[in-house]
């Protein structure tokens, strides 16, 4: 990939941009270090070359190997913990039902309501005694002065 890399110190445009196509397919083929040190690259190759709508080319090729084989058992794990976490919940779900059962019918009204019987029953005349008006403004004056 350093023979590649030459080539892009030549000024002709169309020799860097070879270059360039070159180093782009063979980027998520090398190593991780490599990619780390070469971000300048990345750069150059998204500003010089165009970009495909699904470009995967930044992203590496996984090999097998220990890395693979340490986030393989990881994946294991962390599946194994949320399937415990599940079984948790539904045997806590499981004994609040036994305990606590839902309802077995709905409740339902029996009767219609008859909403104008409501607002009489809510509003109905209320009759005042004979001395309320001689009252009126004695409760009043008392009331404002609390």
Not at 67 to 81: I, S, V
Request: proline share 5%.
């Amino acid at each position: 990939l350093e023979f590649f890399e030459e080539f892009l110190a030549v000024q002709e445009p169309s020799i860097s941009c070879y270059a360039l196509k070159l180093l782009k397919s063979c980027y998520r083929h090398a190593g991780q270090q490599w990619r780390d040190r070469r971000i300048d690259l990345v750069t150059r190759i998204y500003l010089e070359l165009r970009m495909d709508l699904v470009d995967n080319w930044c992203t590496p090729v996984e090999f097998d190997g220990p890395h693979r084989e340490k986030k393989r058992k990881e994946d294991t794990w962390r599946t194994a913990q949320l399937e415990a976490l599940h079984r948790r919940r539904e045997t806590a779900r499981a004994i609040v039902e036994k305990r606590f059962p839902p309802p077995k019918k709905p409740i339902v009204a029996t009767q219609k309501l008859d909403h104008q019987e409501i607002l009489r029953k809510l509003f109905k005349e209320v009759e005042l005694p004979d001395n309320f008006e001689d009252n009126w403004d004695t409760w009043l004056s008392s009331y404002r002065n609390l």
